[in-house]
């Protein structure tokens, strides 16, 4: 599927199957967030793969934001490694860590949908419970959760879904 296919299917899964994601999958999501660009190619960002039991019941107990999901990637990024823009002198020792890590994970969520799986990318959470259950991620930066999974035979996008703007709302030619 060409990549604008793949955005227009491409949905926030909050229903899994209990199927589990075969390995050479998880191991190509995980490469393409690998080859995703970041500033300077700094490659600041830390993906921790929650995937055994207990990872999962921890992160299951931080917050509801892993929706059931077999895999979830905790996406972090290194402050100490990430490009810092001194040329600017509006935003002051701009730290693009949160940015590439985005990048990443985009990487990763298109990767997943053209392998038939189904993602949900999650920032609503309390990061210190996480955190707090998460020891591994102590002097990282956390950005988000990205929930990987096969979805559920009634999963369906929100209603919102399909909701756009159009590009003369969003573009702007100078």
Known sequence: ??????????YSVRKFSPAPVEEEKLQK??????????AKNSQS??????????????IRQATKMAYDAPVVLMVCYDKAVSYKNSADTKYVGYDGGELDAAIVTT????????????TLWARGFNSTDIFNAFPEIAGLELVCLLDVGYP???????????DRKPLSETVVRL
């Open 45 to 58: 960002h830390k993906i921790f793969v929650l995937q055994g039991h207990d990872a999962l019941e921890r």
């Open 107 to 118: 990487a990763m969520m298109m990767e997943a949908t053209e392998l038939g799986l189904g």
């Open 29 to 38: 999501i995980l490469e393409a967030g690998r080859l995703a660009p970041t």
């Open 152 to 162: 559920a035979p009634d999963s369906e996008p929100s209603a919102r879904h399909s």
């Open 1 to 10: 599927m060409d990549f604008l296919g793949l955005s227009k299917t491409r």
